[in-house]
């Protein structure tokens, strides 16, 4: 069984940075794909950034790029997400997802279709 746990969120001061974690376990190989989300009040929820555990790809939505940088430690099965430069507007809860990788990276985290989600970790961001 997969699981996902996330960590790292807590409130900040805009410009400020978290990093925030995406503990998995229950692969059995490495063709999986893990995707960071949000969701904020009254918002659709905003695909962030994803990696591929395969061959290392990543993707990220525009309105972070630049700003935040996921990165894979496969020894520690664990997907983190370094978030720099916050805005107010980044204040949401964030999600990891999970999955093999069935369909092609983008596609799979445009979709949000992803079987496994953690249970999310609220980002605060104050002016």
């Known amino acids: 069984e997969v699981q996902l746990v996330e960590a790292g969120g807590g409130a900040v001061q805009a410009g400020g940075s978290l990093r925030l974690s995406c503990a998995y376990s229950?692969?059995?190989?490495?063709?999986?794909?893990i995707g960071w989300f949000r969701k904020a009040p009254g918002k659709e929820r905003e695909g962030i950034s994803c990696i591929s555990a395969k061959d290392g790809r990543t993707f990220y939505a525009d309105s972070v790029k630049g700003r935040f940088s996921i990165s894979i430690d496969s020894a520690k099965n664990t997907i983190y997400l370094q978030m720099n430069n916050l805005k107010s507007e980044d204040t949401a809860v964030y999600y990891c997802?999970?999955?093999?990788?069935?369909?092609?990276?983008?596609?799979?985290?445009?979709?949000?279709?992803?079987?496994?989600w953690g249970q999310g970790t609220q980002v605060t961001v104050s002016t």
């Open positions: 229950g692969f059995t190989s490495d063709d999986y794909a």
């Open positions: 997802a999970a999955d093999h990788q069935s369909l092609e990276l983008l596609s799979l985290w445009q979709l949000g279709a992803y079987a496994h």
